[in-house]
């Protein structure tokens, strides 16, 4: 079992950058595909971004070329690198995990991941 806290979220203006974390508390980090997503106001889930040690990072074409994630299994800690941020970023973003078990994919589908953050809310201004 994994807990997931995430953090770094607030307010940007168009262009700007922020970096989100998940800490991770619970053994065998390094065991689980680690996922990002987000929900729009309004919107449903979407996938953002998913890594492991065997399929390495995945994202949405939504973010790709934009945003970077990468997981320091020293730490316990998931990032979420979010570049040149676009008024359509506004959401709130979780992170979640599941146990290694076939592609880690990124999905919109939340029943494919086990664990939960609470979320962390990010708004990007014009």
């Known amino acids: 079992q994994v807990h997931l806290k995430e953090s770094g979220g607030g307010s940007v203006q168009t262009g700007g950058s922020l970096r989100l974390s998940c800490a991770a508390s619970g053994d065998g980090f390094g065991s689980y595909c680690m996922a990002w997503f987000r929900q729009r106001p309004g919107a449903e889930f979407e996938g953002v971004a998913a890594?492991?040690?065997?399929?390495?990072?995945v994202y949405g074409v939504s973010v790709q070329g934009r945003f970077v994630t990468s997981k320091d299994n020293t730490e316990n800690i998931l990032y979420l690198q979010m570049n040149s941020l676009e008024p359509e970023d506004t959401a709130m973003y979780y992170c979640?995990?599941?146990?290694?078990?076939?592609?880690?994919?990124?999905?919109?589908?939340?029943?494919?991941?086990?664990?939960w953050g609470q979320g962390t809310q990010v708004q990007v201004t014009v």
């Open positions: 979640a995990a599941v146990l290694n078990n076939g592609p880690c994919r990124v999905t919109h589908e939340r029943e494919a991941y086990r664990y």
């Open positions: 890594i492991n040690e065997y399929d390495g990072t």
